[in-house]
């Protein structure tokens, strides 16, 4: 069966990557001064803004929301559909950037605010945003232009945007960017970052092989910063409008008329050290935190050898002592206590309750881990990186349509182990009821958006038509799995099942299911908590991460450490007499999804500053489906290695009665072909003798 998945699963990726869709790579533009410009490199450089995001909100908006400078009946840039569905709106910047051409504060538009509600309206709204820390973003050749600054500790830190402003509260408490300058100092108020200076860095094209085929003196831009500034400008079109030492301050309430001046300043330089395909390196400042990564790793390997060492000494203690040992089913206490989970042989393949749900959540699970490790595979080649935005979100999707056959087959497959005769209802319920409830949540999201107008939402009719793909695509798919599925024979269990279900014997403490789900839950946990962190830190914080190899390798030491984990509790279950590993096993691992969401409780409260019910709600609601789908992930892990675990150790064993003593003796002890010992056929043997 693991072949055949395998199989389905890389002919899919192959497909894909084929068809070209949303793998595009990203080709070098060359630039020239505007007398040079031929068909082989062009002057204009263009300058885009995106949405204004803040770590203190998880609401996000367009940059036409506010009142800034803009243009007037512009092209849309086209926007992927990863892009679209994160929210990011690109939209033409009022800056503009002639290649080599030095600007130096050249004024953009004026914004007259008077007394009325209106436009005290728009003041508030960039009030509000400074409160919260809002931040620009600004893009120059699909690279967000970072802003650089030096913190307390001396190190150089890069933020992806620059704040709309900062605010010194009536105490005179400087908050957010007004600590950067002394003239920030007037109590109660806001003051707003109305001018940036822009450098822009180029790699020239003398000497190199590019540059000698385009014949002209040109360049690639392979990096960009910015300063912003708050200036009070004294004349709007001046020789010099940002010659003045005064700040824009604008208080909490407009008592007179007040005017905001936006400018700009642009310059070049000219830095070959740096390489087109390595000018993100700057940027990606994730590498700082590779030895906390590594840290974790190793942490996560720790655990993975010492659970390893433990179950080789199960294996080897149980497997190659249990073939020469006899039970007698007529004494069961004389089996030594290193064996007694043979006496569940009867029981321990018994069908489950509600095997229909599980078998759903077992493909459900099935289908998540092949998109989760396929979307790493591929981030690890280099096909989702910041070069290429909206990947991160466009192949999961892509993946997730496009796999559904492994997800049917997995579930049509126990289901018909399970005893189910109903495939059609399973593969329809696999199709329909996890994803569903993963649409369902986010849709309530996406309405809190849509209140909000955040750029985050998406148009309802846009939202209506995401199931389509997902009907037509992934449903047929899926019920083409679950065909394949229960048409292949089913696992052929080594025992068969007693009538009667035997009694459990009351268990101990240690073995019983509340402390296995807590046991079970916290190993795996515990190897992944390091990545989780940096993942809650890159959505709620903005951070681009760039660095997949780390979670990749913690994906791989996550499902190592649920197989492992889940193994060991079911085996001291085993030897407790309690057959019921089916469930427990699949709950046991996916009990880590448990400790994901209290890790998220964990990470508001300490970690971020989000205010508001209705980021609330988007926060609370992200990590619901978060520890959702940790659960069906971290679930079937648990008990594809519990199932094969117990069909291995079951496989080994061979099963012989003793003959009861009676007067007469029967003549022959009834055991069928497999060598498991029928008390019905012994029963009636002794019937007859008597």
Known sequence: MAKRIVIISLLTCFIVDASGFAFSKQTPVVYCKSDQENGNCQSDVPIYVNRLDSAESALAYNYDKFDFCRIQDYEFPVENFGQFMLGERIRPSPYKAI???????????????????????????????????????????????????????????????????????????????????????????????????????????????????????????????????????????????????????????????????????????????????????????????????????????????????????????????????????????????????????????????????????????????????????LACLGHISPANPGSLATYPMVLFVCLGTPAGYVSSHFYKMFGGKRWIENALLTSLLCPGIVFALCSILNVVLWIHDSSGAIPFMTWATFPIPWLLVTTPLVFLGAHLGFKCCAFEQTMRTGGTPREIPKQRCVTRPVIGLLIGGILPFGSIIIQLFFTLRSIWSHQMYSTFEFPMLVFVLLVITCAEITIMLCYFHLLAEDYRWVWRSFLTSGFTAFYVFAYCVHYYFNKLAITGAASIVIYFGVSVIMAFVFFLFTGTVGFLSCWWFVGKIFSAVKYTTAAPVTDPVPEQVAVDEEGTYDRDEERQGMLSDK
């Open 99 to 377: 290649f080599l051409e030095e600007k130096k504060c050249r004024v953009v538009c004026k914004k007259s605010y008077e007394k009325g509600k209106q436009d005290e309206q728009k003041l508030q709204f960039i009030r509000n945003a400074i409160l919260k820390n809002y931040q620009q973003h600004l893009i120059v050749d699909k690279m967000p232009i970072p802003w650089c600054y030096a913190t307390d500790t001396g190190s150089n830190f890069c933020s992806q945007g620059f704040p709309v402003g900062c605010y010194v509260t009536k105490d005179g408490r400087k908050n957010g960017a007004c600590v950067i300058s002394a003239k920030f100092q007037d109590p109660d108020t806001y003051y707003v970052f109305n001018h940036v200076d822009i450098v822009i860095t180029y790699q020239s094209g003398e000497g190199e092989e590019w540059g000698s085929k385009i014949g002209i003196t040109g360049g690639r831009i392979v990096g960009a910063r910015l300063t912003p500034k708050s200036i009070k400008h004294q004349a709007e079109f001046g020789s010099d409008p940002c010659s003045s030492d005064d700040v824009m301050g604008v208080k909490d309430r407009l008592d007179d008329n007040l005017d905001i001046v936006y400018s700009y300043s642009i310059s070049f330089e000219e830095s070959n050290s740096t390489k087109w395909l390595s000018r993100w390196d700057y940027i990606s400042y994730e590498l700082s935190n590779a030895k906390i990564q590594w840290f974790s790793t190793m942490n996560s390997f720790i655990i993975v050898v010492f659970l390893g060492g433990m179950l080789a000494l199960v294996l080897l203690r149980t497997l190659r002592r249990c073939g020469a040992q006899v039970i007698s089913m007529d004494d069961p206490e004389s089996v030594p206590k290193h064996f007694r989970w043979m006496l569940v042989h009867e029981d321990v393949f018994r069908a489950p309750r509600c095997g229909m749900l599980l078998s759903v959540f077992l493909g459900s699970g099935a289908h998540i881990g092949i998109v989760a490790f396929l979307t790493l595979l």
